[in-house]
């Protein structure tokens, strides 16, 4: 079994229970960051996010992650229309312990993690190993929003 750590966000209707929903879909969780609301970062104009990082222990290749990740979003009824846009639910592949992947539609660790306060918030609440010298400069747009 390895470490993998997944970014969870929604920001169209019910956030908080597409949120909920996936992370019970998701075999071997050991822990859940708290929730955080954030302001979309690129895209159209569109409502804020809330965001979770999640940590389990599988045994699933990087492509079964990927899979894993994008079932999860059809099940919340995800639409890819627009690049960064609205979604119900966006489940990313952040770090898998041992693992390093440079595809063109899957890249591990992910490439923009460390540049993201919506990603490196809920992370050091499940994985403080990981944001070592992480400056935190953005994390002023990062509101605690409590447990899932």
């Not at 859940?32 to 999640?54: A, F, R």
Request: net charge negative; with cysteine; glycine share 8%.
């Amino acid at each position: 079994m390895t470490r993998v750590l997944l970014a969870l966000g929604s920001n169209l209707g019910d956030r908080r229970q597409y949120l909920s929903d996936a992370v019970a879909a998701i075999p071997g969780v050991t822990a859940v960051s708290d929730v955080y609301e954030t302001k979309p970062v690129g895209g159209p104009d569109q409502g804020p996010y809330l965001n979770l990082v999640v940590s389990l222990d599988s045994d699933l290749a990087p492509r079964e992650l990927l899979e894993l990740c994008h079932r999860l979003e059809r099940q919340a009824g995800r639409v890819r229309r627009v690049r960064w846009g609205p979604r119900t639910l966006d489940v990313d592949i952040l770090w898998v312990d041992g693992t390093t992947v440079d595809e063109p539609d899957l890249v591990i660790p992910h490439p923009r993690m460390r540049d993201r306060a919506f990603v490196m918030v809920p992370l050091a609440d499940v994985a403080p190993d990981l944001v070592d010298g992480w400056d935190g400069d953005d994390a002023d747009g990062v509101i605690p929003a409590g447990e899932l």
